[in-house]
């Protein structure tokens, strides 16, 4: 049991949160060499050791914006997964949703995860540990969709459909959105639901 006073923890949670959440807004805005520490700090207008209590690096930091923005997501798509709707229904609508985040700031923040994990071993991790929880939802909607196939069917193809949405989010430039997300909708029931 913690010898805190709640109000001292809730001062310290809403701080935390408050970093986590310029640090995010920084990311998206001006990139990851924007993401520094110090300037965090300042905009926060708190003292640097104050921030490095909470966050001691900037990697630090960086992974628990990028939790933070999985657990978002994640308890999103898992509200839908859990909707009583037929499975392409529910299928249709992860895809849609999922392309949608990942074409706005939910795609910064793992694009500069997907860079990160292919240079630092700790990215690397926050990448398989973040992705296998995405894999799960996608795994048990296909299979709702489509049932009767081995697990490692599903397991492929929620892979493949993730490596479809992740390469959709990245492009920008392909006309009305409208259209583009349809089109990659029904790709990605191709993949989900090939027999």
């Known amino acids: 049991m913690s010898t805190q006073r709640p109000d001292r923890q809730s001062k310290g949670s809403a701080t935390r949160q408050r970093i986590v959440a310029e640090a995010r807004r920084t990311l998206v805005a001006d990139g990851y060499d924007a993401l520094v520490l110090r300037t965090i700090s300042e905009r926060l207008d708190i003292t640097l050791g104050n921030l490095q209590y909470y966050f001691r690096t900037r990697d630090d930091l960086l992974l628990e ?24 229904d529910v299928l249709q609508h992860l895809v849609r949703t999922l392309v949608s985040k990942w074409r706005s700031d939910s795609g910064v923040v793992f694009t500069t995860l997907m860079f990160l994990s292919l240079h630092r071993q700790t990215f690397a991790s926050a990448y398989r540990e973040v992705y296998s929880q995405f894999y799960d939802v996608l795994e048990r909607a296909i299979e709702h969709a489509q049932p009767g196939h081995d697990p490692a069917t599903y397991q492929k193809r929620a892979r493949l459909l993730t490596a479809l949405i992740d390469g959709a989010a990245m492009q920008t430039h392909t006309g009305p959105q409208s259209q583009y997300v349809e089109s990659v909708i029904d790709a990605a029931l191709r993949i989900a639901l090939a027999k």
Do not use: F, K
């Open 65 to 88: 914006v990028i939790r933070y923005e999985a657990r978002s997501d994640l308890d999103v798509i898992r509200g839908i997964a859990e909707q009583d709707q037929p499975g392409i």
